[in-house]
């Protein structure tokens, strides 16, 4: 009954037997896991979803809860009488699943760690569950649920057994953070870092600082927030904090001032090596060679962000550390394959200038597993940086031509004055012979070229904004490759340099 004052209800239908139906959870999705579910239908820009309600109840679900219109209650009906589902109607189904959500948040003992951050939001989130996984049961949000809809959908799937729910919570518009951050009353709050995305919609780097300082700002007393020591917006991030509000930072660069810190980091084929130190780890724990199965410093730095929180929750941090060997890269997220003795990083998730700065730096970095191994960039356009558009691709140009990088590939439609313009123009300026094609399939062929393309020993690293699609060239790439490759090949990859 609480749920049914909660949503708002305008109207119902309870055929017989139906009420005393439990109900397993709550689905958005017909196409989904419906069975034994409440299913709530969402109208969207080009659909409603009262439409699919007799979709969901073919596929199992418990009940139905759409918005109400012409015609809803009496196709409603219909599906009642011949389902014996119950069905009902309310007047805002968003708003039905805010708080729906905010119920079971009120119920939950399960301490919540929200994750923002301009890049390593997915990524700290699945490191985070891996950790506080190894010793009690934990909650999180499956894939990007970080929206107005994702993030409530993340909420109703806590257990009453949880000790912790990690929820994501992403932004591109002002104002989105705070009303999510207010529905999942965070005990814990992440921001991974603060960098130059989605400025289309927030602006500029200020504006993302801002937007991103909301998740930080919604800590009640005696909550704890997680800043990153080497953003250089964390002084802004540290104010927001409100009184009782406990500050820890961590650094990958080893920041003596941070409370976990990286030093003496090595980058090496299997991953990343660190001696974990800092005044917030346990002095049990200091000095502790820590191996991580993932590429870079960003990766570092996710890492730490994941182990701060654990130390937050009063988690075993011994016990979590134990779990570190079972991390992997998400998907298209520096996730690294071998292809005919050429090892690709396929990047290709997200970009914006900081990450795709990072994933220079981490290419730089690489060792060609071969005396006259070449180090390729492949590079798409990076999405959503507004007016600054033009002057950021143009920066990425020139970032890429002063790291040790042998070929860029700008891949994407060509647009004279645009963004991969910018991109072409920065490189060549700063003296890097790099090419063009325009698209997927021309770029495939290009990197796979038999006279002047990828040999074995050479590195390619795949970057781009999602719209870009470039993980289809990764693919595309990798299989060429292998097909091609003769048994007798096969080398185990290149080093990565310290």
Known sequence: MELHAACGVLWSAVPPGAGDRSISGVTTDSRGDVNGKLFLGIPGPRFDGARFAEDAVRGGAAAVLVEDGPGVQESLEGIAARSGVAVATCGDAVSALAAMAAVVRGRSAAKVIGITGSCGKTSTKEILATLLGATAETCASRASFNNHIGVPLTLLEVTPSAASLIVEIGTNHPGEIAPLAALARPDIAIVTNVGRSHLEGLGSLAGVAEEKGALVASLSGGGTAILNEDCPSTPGLRSRASAGVQIVTFSAAGAPEAGLRACDLEVHSGGTRFILDGGAVPEEERGRVVTVPLLGEHAVANVLAGLAAVIATGANLGGCLGAIHRLRPAPHRLEASTANGVMIIDDAYNANPESVAAATRLLARVRPDAEGGRRWLALGE?????????????????????????????????????????????????????????????????????????????????????????????????????????????????????
């Open 382 to 498: 990076m999405g959503e940086l507004g007016a600054d558009s033009l002057a950021l691709h143009r920066e990425a140009g020139q970032l890429v031509a002063s790291e040790p990088i042998d070929r860029l590939l700008v891949v994407g439609h060509p647009e004279p004055g645009g963004p991969l313009a910018a991109t072409l123009e920065g490189a060549r300026a700063a003296g890097l012979d790099a090419e063009h094609v325009s698209s997927i399939e021309e770029g495939a062929r290009r990197l796979t070229d038999r006279e002047d393309g990828l040999a074995p020993g050479d590195v390619l690293l795949v970057k781009a904004s999602r719209a870009a699609g470039l993980e289809a060239l990764a693919d595309q790439v990798r299989a060429t490759l292998d097909a091609e490759a003769p048994s007798a090949l096969g080398r185990s990859g290149a080093e990565v340099l310290t």
